[in-house]
């Protein structure tokens, strides 16, 4: 079962399929094995040309029931990109939840984006005694440090 126990998330996730149950360090990018080849779309860079957007398009308009992907843009990518992307090492979009749920993956110090899934930081003040709090302390310095505009 998946920790969080989140009603939409598929029963297949749990931990013995988690990418991050099996990661051996930064440049391991893939468990064949264990775990499907599905990209998560909190990190995710697409410049398709004309003809490659025409197709995706063609494709989203030919479905009659979108609920077919219940995480929309990601459900359609991996479906459109299978066997045609290339995973990057999961600091490049490192899940808020690894510390607790994988800490012997966690490497703050190699991490380069973090993936604020679940609760956002930015959507309530720093609480002390959230689980995260450390994870979203980093959020708001760096907020802080951009004097970005945070709240209503």
């Known amino acids: 079962m998946q920790p969080h126990r989140i009603a939409s998330y598929p029963p297949s996730w749990t931990p013995k399929t988690c990418f991050h149950t099996h990661c051996r360090g930064g440049d391991h990018v893939t468990e064949p094995d264990a775990t499907d080849n599905y990209l998560n779309g909190g990190l995710l860079v697409l410049s398709p040309d004309e003809a490659v957007l025409a197709d995706m398009v063609a494709r989203l308009a030919g479905v ?27 600091v490049y979009n490192a899940l808020k939840t690894v510390p607790h749920q994988h800490p012997s993956v966690w490497d703050p110090a190699s991490v380069k984006n973090i993936h604020y899934i679940i609760d956002k930081p930015w959507a309530k003040p720093l609480d002390s005694t959230d689980r995260y709090v450390e994870v979203n302390r980093l959020w708001w310095e760096m907020a802080d440090t951009l004097g ?3 709240g209503a």
């Open 64 to 90: 009659d029931d979108l609920s077919h992907y219940p995480f929309a843009e990601q459900d359609f990518l991996n479906e459109f990109y299978s066997d045609r992307w290339r995973p990057l090492p999961y």
């Open 148 to 150: 970005a505009p945070v």
